[in-house]
């Protein structure tokens, strides 16, 4: 190891100029990181790192990466001195058609970015780990990632991968300082998931968190984060699964008309 321990560490967080993405390099500059926001949209990620280098402790660089190309993950990740903390946010859901109509262009798709994305940037950044004294990688799964439902076969397979790779990486990277943790968050209402997922259309979308009790919000995923790399670091939380209350598993979600927020 041999990054400097006075400097500000750095987190490299893929998918990170929306959505969970974007909380949790909100969440980790609050704690001082320099946080390198990676994406494909540049515009957006410069909103996003524009915004904390106003408003946080620490501060946020860019970088364009499509966690499906090997030269672009290469480049990119070829530009930084150092990583301390990896999340690998990028990923996403394609349709809801069942196993027997399912289109394999979408699953290819969502193997590629959620399955094959970890490992390109896992590969690429763990050189750099090795040489910082705090290293930690958070992989955001999902608690597809551990139970399947219906309509979900494409992504409950690249999930289940994604939670894979973190159990594997755990496994062959003992004896090593390296943290693995692999979060499994459940229904999380942020603003592109669900409308990507169903090709844009918004009526769709918003049934999805129809009456659900306070889903959870892209804050609350990057706060599991926070907790997890601000730990001790021989302390590993393996697994780390979280849904709103309303939402007992994949498939059993409580939906009321009654706005519980008002009397909270």
Same mark, same amino acid.
């Given at each position: 190891?041999?990054?400097?321990?006075?400097? /500000?560490?750095?987190?490299?967080i893929?998918?990170g100029?929306?959505? $969970?993405?974007?909380?949790?390099?909100?969440?980790? #500059?609050?704690?001082?990181?320099?946080?390198?926001?990676?994406?494909?949209?540049?515009?957006?990620?410069?909103?996003? #790192?524009?915004?904390?280098?106003?408003?946080? /402790?620490? =501060?946020?660089s860019?970088?364009?990466?499509?966690?499906?190309?090997?030269?672009? %993950?290469?480049?990119?990740? *070829?530009?930084?001195?150092?990583?301390?903390?990896?999340?690998?946010?990028?990923?996403?859901?394609?349709?809801?058609?069942?196993?027997?109509?399912?289109?394999?262009?979408?699953w290819?798709?969502?193997?590629? =970015?959620?399955?094959l994305? &970890?490992?390109?940037?896992?590969? #690429?950044?763990?050189?750099?780990?090795?040489? =910082?004294p705090?290293?930690?990688?958070?992989?955001?799964? *999902? $608690?597809?990632?551990?139970?399947?439902?219906?309509?979900?076969?494409?992504?409950?397979?690249?999930?289940?991968?994604?939670?894979?790779?973190?159990?594997?990486?755990?496994?062959?990277?003992?004896?090593?300082? $390296?943290?693995?943790?692999d979060?499994?968050?459940?229904?999380?209402?942020?603003?592109?998931?669900?409308? &990507?997922?169903?090709?844009?259309?918004? #009526?769709?979308?918003?049934?999805?968190?129809?009456?659900?009790?306070?889903?959870?919000v892209?804050?609350?995923?990057?706060?599991?984060?926070?907790?997890?790399?601000?730990? /001790?670091?021989?302390?590993? $939380?393996? %697994?780390?699964?979280?849904?709103?209350?309303?939402?007992?598993?994949?498939?059993?979600?409580?939906?009321?008309?009654?706005?519980?927020?008002s009397?909270?």
């Open positions: 190891m041999s990054a400097d321990e006075n400097a /500000p560490a750095t987190a490299l893929t998918g100029g929306t959505g $969970i993405g974007a909380a949790t390099a909100r969440r980790l #500059a609050a704690e001082g990181f320099h946080v390198v926001i990676a994406g494909r949209r540049r515009e957006r990620l410069e909103e996003t #790192a524009t915004s904390i280098n106003v408003d946080h /402790p620490g =501060s946020a860019v970088a364009v990466m499509d966690v499906t190309s090997d030269d672009s %993950v290469r480049e990119a990740v *070829s530009a930084l001195d150092r990583c301390d903390v990896l999340v690998n946010n990028a990923g996403g859901a394609l349709g809801v058609s069942r196993v027997e109509d399912g289109d394999l262009n979408e290819r798709e969502m193997y590629d =970015s959620n399955v994305g &970890t490992v390109r940037v896992t590969q #690429a950044v763990l050189p750099l780990l090795r040489r =910082s705090r290293a930690t990688i958070v992989n955001v799964s *999902s $608690i597809a990632g551990e139970l399947v439902y219906e309509g979900g076969g494409g992504y409950t397979a690249a999930k289940h991968g994604t939670s894979v790779i973190s159990e594997t990486l755990r496994l062959e990277l003992n004896g090593e300082h $390296i943290r693995v943790t979060l499994r968050p459940g229904m999380v209402h942020t603003e592109g998931f669900s409308l &990507t997922r169903l090709h844009g259309d918004q #009526a769709a979308a918003d049934k999805v968190y129809a009456g659900v009790d306070r889903p959870l892209a804050e609350d995923v990057a706060e599991c984060v926070a907790f997890v790399v601000g730990l /001790p670091q021989h302390v590993n $939380i393996d %697994v780390l699964t979280v849904k709103p209350v309303a939402q007992a598993a994949p498939h059993k979600i409580h939906r009321s008309p009654i706005d519980w927020k009397e909270a």
